[in-house]
């Protein structure tokens, strides 16, 4: 079982920086990725931002130049800091922990319970 927790959401003025921060506790295998989602009121979660464990990263179109993920992999944490927020860019955030069995390759998803962005203009 894995553990993740989110911290750092809040409230954000448009043009503004905010930081969020998640980490990942319990049985972590070698071959993970971690990354964030996010989901708008009446909107399907959609990906912002996710980094593997080799350091591979893939950016939704709407944050590129804006965001950047990062990740501590000795902390099993993942950062997702992000510039010129936008409006738009308000939604709760979920952390997700992706792994695979190297023998196997049965695969394992977690989530975080969420923290709240929320963006004025």
């Known amino acids: 079982q894995v553990q993740v927790v989110e911290s750092g959401g809040g409230l954000v003025q448009a043009g503004g920086s905010l930081r969020l921060s998640c980490a990942a506790s319990g049985s972590i295998f070698s071959i993970n990725r971690m990354g964030w989602y996010r989901q708008a009121p009446g909107k399907q979660r959609e990906l912002v931002a996710t980094i593997t464990s080799g350091g591979s990263t893939t950016y939704a179109d709407s944050v590129k130049g804006r965001f950047t993920i990062s990740r501590d992999s000795a902390k099993n944490t993942v950062y997702l800091q992000m510039n010129n927020v936008k409006p738009e860019d308000t939604a709760v955030y979920y952390c997700?922990?992706?792994?695979?069995?190297?023998?196997?390759?049965?695969?394992?998803?977690?989530w975080g319970q969420g923290t709240q962005v929320t963006v004025s203009s």
């Open positions: 997700n922990h992706f792994q695979r069995q190297v023998l196997g390759g049965r695969t394992y998803d977690y």
